[in-house]
């Protein structure tokens, strides 16, 4: 099977279900709100991978339970977050959303994409390099400026965990923002920023820009400092980080929390 093609087939059959949408509809408002265009670019996604003949299970923020495909494959898991931060995307803010997807074999994330709806830019990891539309990307070692940490942060929770474990920071050669999701973790890959931080911890579907990152050279842990298990129904905190550097100076700030929750 070739999975990169496979992954780029799957976004692009999601971008182009969700620019024929012309109008979005609230379909379950619940804590993290679902729309008609969610359901339709998972839709088109999971049809795409049935097409392609390959066995494996898929994991959906849009599904309750997990999907078996053409018989299903415990060895091949599939990630899949048809919309990232749909609370933006409903409200026409679609710069800040992806669709993003990751294929796992045997325990290990071997693909992911992400591919920014505003410009239908495709970034990509294959087993050993990352990609931004094929031309191969690798983590800037220096950037212009501070470096800029991003968090998801909606909560008052999260925003204290936030804002209390890493506001020192600021006070030296780093700025604190709290907006993100996948898009503005995998431009960790091309230098646009520097560190993102899940400070509660989430499944797999959140972490397919963080594997890109890896693979172009970045930095991924959770916020202990721990390995990121890619087990599908784990829930895990994560870290992502240019270079060791602001990796550690992060990690020093959080590493003893526990924030598993």
């Known amino acids: 099977m070739d999975y990169v093609t496979l992954g780029k087939q799957c976004i692009a059959a999601a971008l182009k279900k969700l620019s024929e949408i012309r109008e979005i509809i609230i379909t379950e408002d619940?804590?993290?709100?679902?729309?008609?265009?969610?359901?339709?670019?998972n839709k088109a996604i999971l049809d795409c991978i049935k097409k392609s003949g390959l066995t494996c299970n898929v994991f959906s923020e849009e599904e309750k339970d997990m999907l078996k495909i053409n018989?299903?494959?415990?060895?091949?898991?599939?990630?899949?977050?048809?919309?990232?931060?749909?609370?933006?995307?409903l409200r026409g803010e679609i710069s800040f959303c992806s669709v993003?997807?990751?294929?796992i074999i045997k325990g290990t994330p071997k693909y992911a994409f992400v591919s920014d709806i505003t410009t239908n830019d495709i970034y990509y990891c294959d087993e050993n390099k990352s990609y931004k539309n094929d031309e191969v990307i690798t983590v800037p070692q220096k950037v212009p400026g501070r470096n800029i940490i991003l968090g998801y942060a909606p909560y008052k929770m999260r925003m204290e965990?936030?804002?209390?474990?890493?506001?020192d920071l600021t006070e030296e050669e780093?700025?604190?923002?709290?907006?993100?999701?996948?898009l503005q973790t995998v431009k960790i890959a091309t230098g646009n920023y520097d560190a993102y931080v899940e400070i509660r911890a989430e499944t797999l579907n959140e972490f397919c820009g963080a594997?890109?990152?890896?693979?172009?050279?970045?930095?991924?842990?959770?916020?202990?400092?721990?390995?990121?298990?890619?087990?599908?129904?784990?829930?895990?905190?994560?870290l992502v980080a240019r270079n060791k550097k602001i990796h550690t100076d992060i990690l020093n700030l959080l590493k003893d929390k526990e924030y598993e929750n």
Do not use: C, W
Not at 81 to 89: A, Q
Not at 161 to 167: D, E, F, G, K, P
């Open 71 to 89: 018989g299903g494959n415990d060895d091949v898991i599939i990630m899949l977050d048809p919309i990232d931060n749909t609370h933006l995307y």
């Open 211 to 238: 594997v890109i990152v890896q693979r172009a050279g970045g930095i991924v842990t959770t916020i202990q400092g721990k390995n990121v298990d890619y087990s599908p129904n784990k829930k895990q905190t994560l």
């Open 100 to 103: 993003a997807l990751m294929i």
């Open 174 to 182: 780093y700025y604190l923002y709290n907006f993100g999701g996948q």
């Open 30 to 41: 619940t804590l993290n709100v679902q729309t008609n265009a969610d359901l339709e670019s």
């Open 161 to 167: 965990r936030l804002v209390s474990s890493l506001i």
